[in-house]
């Protein structure tokens, strides 16, 4: 398991997270709780991470990590997040979380 996958897994659990507007949109669409996106990434084997093209970004080099991983139920998410720093903390900041479909992969 990756260190990046370790450390996300990490502030989840200790549920330093981040819920945008977009992810709590597309987790009410799928009839998604917070605690299932939760569980699909504790449950997740690997992680992908590609370049930030937001205009949104914090930083030039910031990297977007996309995550697919099942409920203890077995239900497939997927969710893309960052990691960002605030004034406390490490944080991660779910973007994207919904049902694994075909349009998604």
């Not at 507007?21 to 690997?46: G, P, W």
Request: aromatic share 6%; net charge positive; hydrophobic share 35%.
């Amino acid at each position: 398991m990756s260190n990046i996958l370790i450390q996300i897994k990490q502030l989840v659990l200790r549920r330093q997270i981040v819920w945008t507007a977009q992810s709590e949109s597309q987790m009410a669409a799928d009839d998604l709780t917070r605690d299932e996106v939760i569980e699909s990434i504790v449950n997740a084997r690997s992680v992908k991470s590609k370049r930030s093209t937001s205009q949104y970004r914090r930083s030039p080099s910031e990297k977007v990590y996309i995550i697919s991983g099942r409920t203890f139920g077995g239900l497939m998410i997927y969710t893309k997040g960052v990691i960002r720093h605030d004034e406390t903390a490490d944080k991660f900041y779910v973007m994207i979380s919904a049902k694994r479909s075909e349009r998604l992969s």
